[in-house]
Every structure is written in structure tokens, then in C-alpha cells.
């Protein structure tokens, strides 16, 4: 479980990271990963959300990719520099790849969009 400072929680937090402008995108085939730097959060920790639409399929499997998901960014919240938002949206090909598969794609798709990042 992600600590709550380090949560997305409103709607309007996920557009501004996936719709405004400064925000970069790097995709894989199991996850896309959008990333936002705001000057306003400089030097507070970073926060992530997830998406995982009905696409990935029912409840119960969309719940399993969450929880993996939020289990493998947790640990890798420690690479995400200050003042940084992201959203990890999840492909409908995430509901069958293993969590090594998912780490493997994370460790791949973070960095990339974490250096398109406007600065």
C-alpha cells in the first residue's frame, strides 16, 4: 500500500497529469506511464495513481492488477525524484503477464518518461 502522501486522489490531479502540458508519456505493452513535474510541488514527495479501465477485464482482476501494480511502483518510489506526479495506466495485456513481466516493463517505462519530463 502506497502511503497517503504519496496517492493521486481527485480526478482533476489525473487530468493535469495526463492532459496538461510539461507532462511526458512513455508506453509499453502491459503499462503506460504518464509523468508531471509541478513547480508548485517542488520538493514534496511524489505521487502516483493508477488506471485500470473495465478493457483489463472484471473486478476481481482489476483489482489483482491494482494491487500488483501499487506493490511494484511502491518499491520503486524511492527512484521517483521530489515534486514528481505520475499515472500508471494499465493495458488490457496486464491482466495475464506475471509481476516479473510487469516489474521488468516498469523498470523499463518509468525512467523513459521520467526523462521527458519538461525541467
Same mark, same amino acid.
Request: aromatic fraction near 2%; include cysteine; proline fraction near 5%.
Given at each position: 500500500?502506497?502511503?497517503?502522501?504519496?496517492?493521486?486522489?481527485? =480526478?482533476?490531479?489525473? *487530468?493535469? $497529469?495526463?492532459?496538461?502540458?510539461? %507532462?511526458?508519456? !512513455?508506453?509499453?505493452? &502491459? #503499462? @503506460?506511464?504518464?509523468?508531471?513535474?509541478?513547480?508548485?510541488?517542488?520538493?514534496?514527495?511524489?505521487?502516483?495513481?493508477?488506471?485500470?479501465?473495465?478493457?483489463?477485464?472484471?473486478?476481481?482482476?482489476?483489482?489483482?492488477?491494482? =494491487?500488483?501494480?501499487? *506493490?511494484? $511502483?511502491?518499491?520503486?518510489?524511492? %527512484?521517483?525524484? !521530489?515534486?514528481?506526479? &505520475? #499515472? @500508471?495506466?494499465?493495458?488490457?495485456?496486464?491482466?495475464?503477464?506475471?509481476?516479473?513481466?510487469?516489474?521488468?516493463?516498469?523498470?523499463?517505462?518509468?525512467?523513459?518518461?521520467?526523462?521527458?519530463?519538461?525541467?
Amino acid at each position: 500500500m502506497l502511503p497517503s502522501r504519496h496517492r493521486l486522489r481527485h =480526478r482533476a490531479e489525473f *487530468a493535469a $497529469v495526463m492532459r496538461g502540458t510539461g %507532462g511526458a508519456r !512513455a508506453a509499453s505493452r &502491459l #503499462v @503506460v506511464v504518464h509523468a508531471k513535474r509541478t513547480d508548485a510541488r517542488t520538493g514534496e514527495p511524489p505521487r502516483v495513481g493508477f488506471v485500470v479501465s473495465k478493457k483489463v477485464g472484471t473486478a476481481v482482476t482489476r483489482n489483482r492488477v491494482k =494491487r500488483r501494480l501499487r *506493490a511494484l $511502483v511502491a518499491a520503486r518510489l524511492s %527512484g521517483i525524484p !521530489a515534486g514528481h506526479d &505520475l #499515472v @500508471v495506466r494499465a493495458n488490457p495485456a496486464c491482466s495475464t503477464a506475471s509481476s516479473a513481466a510487469l516489474g521488468a516493463d516498469l523498470d523499463r517505462v518509468l525512467p523513459a518518461a521520467l526523462g521527458r519530463v519538461r525541467r
